[in-house]
């Protein structure tokens, strides 16, 4: 096992600032479909029964709640890549604002796409059993999540 000097790790935040990211990814996506939502269920209120009114509604409306439920896609599926892709590096936008980076346990070096996607799908295991995964940093040595422990990776301090 590497033992990398001057970087004592960060025990629990990094689930922490995996919050962030999440928040980052996902505000958008929900105020999207929040909007759209809005909009479907007004789509016909104040029409009284009229099929001039409902027409004209739905040409208004719908193509707006379509083009906000795209954004609400796109949004969610291109900031998850770039996340990914950033934390694949060793530093996700959550981790460089919390000052800590991911890496692997026995090479001392960031982890790459392919791996920081296959973490994020391991922290299922932190949702299992009552969500303990994540609260597991608190009193683990390393400071690791359940994912952390499979896909042997430590968050560390860059201070």
């Known amino acids: 096992m590497l033992v990398v000097e001057d970087e004592p790790c960060r025990g629990g935040l990094g689930t922490v600032e995996d919050r962030c990211d999440e928040l980052v990814a996902g505000l958008v996506p929900l105020i999207a479909v929040i909007t759209a939502v809005v909009l479907e269920k007004t789509l016909?209120?104040?029409?009284?029964?009229?099929?001039?009114?409902?027409?004209?509604r739905e040409k208004e409306r719908v193509?707006?709640?379509i083009a906000l439920l795209a954004v609400a896609v796109l949004w969610g599926v291109a900031a998850?890549?770039?996340?990914?892709?950033k934390e694949g590096q060793g530093?996700?936008?959550?981790?460089k604002a919390m000052k800590i980076r991911l890496?692997?346990?026995d090479t001392g070096r960031p982890l790459g796409f392919g791996l920081a996607l296959l973490r994020r799908?391991?922290?299922g295991?932190?949702?299992?059993?009552?969500?303990?995964?994540?609260?597991?940093?608190?009193?683990?040595?390393?400071?690791?999540?359940f994912a952390d422990k499979v896909m042997r990776t430590v968050v560390v301090s860059t201070e």
Not at 44 to 56: F, I, K, N, P, R
Not at 80 to 85: G, R, V
Request: hydrophobic residues 45%.
């Open 103 to 105: 890496i692997r346990e």
């Open 44 to 56: 016909y209120s104040g029409c009284l029964m009229e099929h001039a009114c409902y027409v004209a």
């Open 125 to 145: 295991l932190d949702s299992a059993a009552c969500s303990i995964g994540y609260l597991w940093p608190a009193w683990d040595a390393k400071g690791q999540t």
């Open 63 to 65: 193509p707006v709640i």
């Open 91 to 95: 530093a996700s936008p959550g981790k």
């Open 121 to 123: 799908i391991c922290h």
């Open 80 to 85: 998850n890549i770039f996340i990914l892709a």
